[in-house]
């Protein structure tokens, strides 16, 4: 079985079907919105595949590929994989288990505003692995937030024919694009939605549910001095260290673009 069900359907531009100001929050590391999603996901989800699950010996939860550095889409997974086994044990059933597909990403273009040929042009050169022994035989629930062009669950699939997994997969989304009249470039305008300036990140950042992820790391480390200055200067110290480990950990001081800004908080 290769599946995927998606909770929110994007049929007109202008008539978004779930709250722009909180994903966008979600998309640049807001928590408290990632469980809030997560809990209507596994509510929409449980209706039509409970049955599945119970019938299922071993589940296995993944979020979108990442090395190091967390997506939006990691912590979505994680409050869905409590509601899942929440499920699960009020069933007498095995608890879920959680792996990721690691990637070594290659590019800082943001992909938002992309058709399906060039994001697939873009993330091909990246490079994947995966614990095949892991997951395979194994019901896969690959969770994500949102399906614009599918080319992300299309290199997945891609993944799991190289490696040869088999199994039971089902691609899970908050919310997915329906209408191709509309311009995959919608995906930008939801996630800056109330992203506009260096003072939102700053904002955010100073909330109680803020943690870092891919998204907000690289669009800090590809602000130009001032605002990079202004920002560092405008949240605690412990954020800015966090910032620089993250940074590190995903091999980002090897990338042109974002060395400079990197040795800002360095030196700090």
Request: with cysteine; hydrophobic share 35%; charged share 25%.
């Amino acid at each position: 079985m290769n599946t995927s069900y998606s909770l929110h359907k994007i049929t007109e531009k202008d008539n978004c079907p779930f709250n722009e100001t909180a994903y966008s929050e979600f998309k640049f590391g807001n928590r408290a919105y990632a469980k809030q999603f997560a809990k209507e996901l596994f509510t929409g989800f449980i209706s039509r595949y409970s049955e599945l699950l119970l019938s299922s010996q071993e589940i296995v939860i993944l979020p979108s590929p990442y090395l190091s550095i967390p997506t939006a889409s990691n912590f979505l997974c994680h409050y869905f994989k409590i509601q899942l086994n929440k499920f699960l044990f009020e069933n007498n059933k095995k608890a879920s288990i959680e792996s990721k597909i690691y990637r070594n990403q290659t590019y800082v273009t943001d992909y938002g505003n992309l058709d399906f040929e060039e994001r697939l042009k873009l993330i091909s050169n990246d490079t994947y692995y995966l614990d095949r022994n892991f997951i395979d035989g194994k019901l896969c629930i690959f969770v994500d937030d949102i399906k614009i062009t599918g080319s992300h669950e299309h290199t997945v699939n891609k993944i799991l024919k190289q490696f040869d997994v088999n199994g039971d997969f089902i691609f899970l989304y908050f919310a997915e694009l329906v209408n191709r009249d509309i311009h995959p470039n919608i995906e930008n305008y939801y996630n800056y939605f109330s992203i506009k300036n260096v003072q939102d990140i700053v904002d955010l950042i100073n909330k109680e549910n803020f943690q870092f992820n891919t998204r907000i790391v690289k669009f800090i480390l590809k602000l130009d001095e001032s605002e990079f200055l202004y920002l560092t200067g405008n949240i605690p110290k412990h954020q800015s260290d966090e910032l620089f480990h993250l940074a590190v950990s995903n091999n980002y001081h090897q990338i042109t673009e974002y060395q400079s800004n990197i040795n800002i908080i360095k030196q700090d």
